[in-house]
């Protein structure tokens, strides 16, 4: 991270132009975004459509640590948060709004590092920033973001709508962001005992990278529609694929069966996972914030899936009195434990 040079406090520029210095080279670039920033309340336009709106707030030493988090990263992941839980509605997200609390600690540079990142998540998902709150902290950093986006009626996805022979599937590879946060809460322990020595992190980028600037799934959630493809239920992996499966069976009233052997982890993560001694699949199911896409789609709909490489069948729903099941490598059932199932149980 590039030391912020400058270290003006937030004081000097006064409420209302600390929020115009932050918001001032954010575009709307949205028709439906009317009326931003500067007014008492943002103006939106969606016509006729569903509006989608999610919340998100992060608390510093609860959801990020300063010490190894980028404010830069830190920006442009709390913005993928939020629109990966608009994506999976199957929604489009088309404004933000962000909150900030922010201790004296924290300087001008440091919060223009945070919006940069703000910015290019804004950019990249081609997102509007219309507005927000600024007040200050005693108990260091909060953000609070808020999302919006819109759907057709008919194209939302809930997360209740599995059926039973549905196929379970998930976007990407799993459990590769909770061993990039080991990694840094590794390195950083070592800091604090070693101040001299340099952290570690080679062979690791993917791991952090994917813990630090994680991105939301957007190509999916745009490839569905290409492929008139329409899951039954969806949510996206930000707690780990044993509890957020169980979220899709409860709403939906219905049992599942996972199946070890499909559960997609990248060959860094499975190597990572050995070092630290965690068995992979453990990572992979409890593991959380990978922010891909848990989707369920009817049994016809498999030849649509079937060759693309991005996706992976990783079991089937199942009816409700057979709950939640993992099936390992060996044929063996266990019940799919919402937190950290342990492989040599
Ligand atoms: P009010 O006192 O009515 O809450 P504010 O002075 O807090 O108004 O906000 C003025 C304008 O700036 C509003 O449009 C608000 O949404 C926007 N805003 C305030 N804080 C932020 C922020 N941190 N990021 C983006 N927009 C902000
Ligand atoms: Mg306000």
């Given at each position: 991270?590039?030391?912020?040079?400058k270290?003006?406090?937030?004081?000097?520029?006064?409420?209302?132009?600390?929020?115009?210095?932050?918001?001032?080279?954010?575009?709307?670039?949205?028709?439906s975004?009317?009326?931003g920033?500067?007014?008492?309340?943002?103006?939106?336009?969606?016509?006729?459509?569903?509006?989608?709106?999610?919340?998100d707030?992060?608390?510093e030493?609860i959801?990020f640590?300063?010490?190894?988090?980028?404010?830069?990263?830190?920006?442009?992941?709390s913005v993928?948060?939020?629109?990966?839980?608009?994506?999976?509605?199957?929604?489009?997200?088309?404004?933000?709004?962000?909150?900030?609390?922010?201790?004296?600690?924290?300087?001008v540079?440091?919060l223009?590092?945070?919006?940069?990142?703000?910015?290019?998540?804004c950019?990249?998902?081609?997102?509007?920033?219309?507005?927000?709150?600024?007040?200050?902290?005693?108990?260091?950093l909060?953000?609070?973001?808020?999302?919006?986006?819109?759907?057709?009626?008919?194209?939302l996805?809930?997360?209740?709508?599995a059926?039973?022979?549905?196929?379970?599937?998930?976007s990407?590879?799993l459990?590769?962001a909770?061993?990039g946060?080991?990694?840094?809460?590794?390195?950083?322990?070592?800091?604090?005992?070693?101040?001299?020595?340099?952290?570690?992190?080679?062979?690791a980028?993917?791991?952090?990278?994917?813990?630090?600037?994680?991105?939301?799934?957007?190509?999916?959630?745009?490839?569905?529609?290409?492929?008139?493809?329409?899951?039954?239920?969806m949510?996206?992996?930000?707690?780990?694929?044993?509890?957020?499966?169980?979220?899709?069976?409860?709403q939906?009233?219905?049992?599942?069966?996972?199946?070890?052997?499909?559960?997609?982890?990248s060959?860094?993560?499975?190597?990572?996972?050995?070092?630290?001694?965690?068995d992979?699949?453990?990572?992979?199911?409890?593991?959380?914030?990978?922010?891909?896409?848990?989707?369920?789609?009817?049994?016809?709909?498999?030849?649509?899936?079937a060759?693309?490489?991005?996706?992976s069948?990783?079991?089937?729903?199942t009816?409700?009195?057979?709950?939640?099941?993992l099936?390992?490598?060996?044929g063996?059932?266990?019940?799919?434990?919402?937190?950290?199932?342990?492989?040599?149980?």
């Amino acid at each position: 991270m590039a030391e912020p040079q400058k270290h003006t406090p937030l004081g000097s520029l006064g409420e209302f132009g600390l929020i115009e210095h932050l918001t001032k080279e954010f575009d709307l670039i949205n028709p439906s975004s009317l009326i931003g920033v500067g007014d008492d309340a943002a103006v939106i336009d969606n016509s006729n459509k569903r509006t989608v709106v999610t919340t998100d707030l992060l608390a510093e030493g609860i959801h990020f640590d300063l010490m190894y988090t980028p404010l830069r990263h830190l920006g442009y992941k709390s913005v993928v948060v939020n629109l990966s839980d608009i994506y999976a509605m199957n929604a489009q997200p088309k404004q933000i709004t962000v909150s900030i609390a922010a201790s004296s600690k924290i300087t001008v540079e440091a919060l223009d590092e945070l919006y940069a990142g703000i910015k290019l998540a804004c950019r990249n998902y081609k997102v509007d920033l219309i507005g927000g709150d600024t007040t200050s902290s005693l108990s260091g950093l909060i953000i609070s973001i808020t999302a919006i986006g819109v759907a057709e009626e008919n194209e939302l996805v809930y997360r209740s709508g599995a059926k039973e022979g549905d196929l379970i599937c998930v976007s990407g590879d799993l459990g590769a962001a909770y061993l990039g946060l080991q990694l840094l809460e590794r390195e950083k322990r070592i800091y604090m005992e070693h101040p001299g020595v340099q952290p570690e992190l080679e062979n690791a980028q993917y791991l952090i990278e994917r813990q630090l600037k994680p991105e939301a799934r957007r190509d999916v959630v745009a490839w569905f529609k290409e492929m008139d493809l329409k899951p039954t239920a969806m949510i996206d992996l930000s707690d780990g694929l044993s509890s957020d499966v169980r979220h899709i069976c409860k709403q939906s009233g219905v049992g599942c069966e996972i199946n070890e052997s499909m559960v997609p982890i990248s060959e860094d993560a499975y190597n990572m996972a050995l070092q630290f001694n965690i068995d992979p699949i453990t990572c992979a199911l409890s593991g959380g914030e990978d922010y891909e896409l848990l989707f369920t789609i009817q049994p016809e709909d498999e030849t649509k899936i079937a060759g693309e490489d991005a996706f992976s069948i990783v079991g089937q729903i199942t009816e409700k009195e057979g709950g939640c099941v993992l099936v390992t490598k060996s044929g063996n059932r266990h019940p799919l434990k919402a937190q950290g199932w342990n492989h040599f149980e």
